[in-house]
Nanobody
């Protein structure tokens, strides 16, 4: 099992940047596929980006391609989400998630961090 704690959210103007971090507990962080999801008010939670265990492969939602970058540091048990050129529609609670390679869905979730983009 892994516990996840997000940080780095906040209020930013449109066009600005934020970097989210997700710190994971345990010694097996590198065995988990990691992802970021978000949930805006009144909407369902949606996938933002995922990263393979080694960090060598990533997958982005079309809405954030070219603006967001995911990375991970397995030595620090941390995954990052660099968000640039933020838009008001990026406003949401952002969640970090983890899953084992063989799992069909993400199994472990953080508590979320609020990102608000003002126009």
């Amino acid at each position: 099992q892994v516990q996840l704690v997000e940080s780095g959210g906040g209020l930013v103007q449109a066009g600005g940047s934020l970097r989210l971090s997700c710190a994971a507990s345990g010694r097996t962080f590198s065995s988990y596929v990691m992802g970021w999801f978000r949930q805006a008010p009144g909407k369902e939670r949606e996938f933002v980006v995922g990263i393979a265990r080694s960090g060598g492969s990533t997958s982005y939602a079309d809405s954030v391609k070219g603006r967001f970058t995911i990375s991970r540091d397995n030595a620090k048990n941390t995954v990052y989400l660099q968000m640039n050129s933020l838009k008001p529609e990026d406003t949401a609670v952002y969640y970090c998630a983890a899953r084992r390679l063989e799992a069909r869905s993400y199994e472990f979730w953080g508590q979320g961090t609020q990102v608000t983009v003002s126009s």
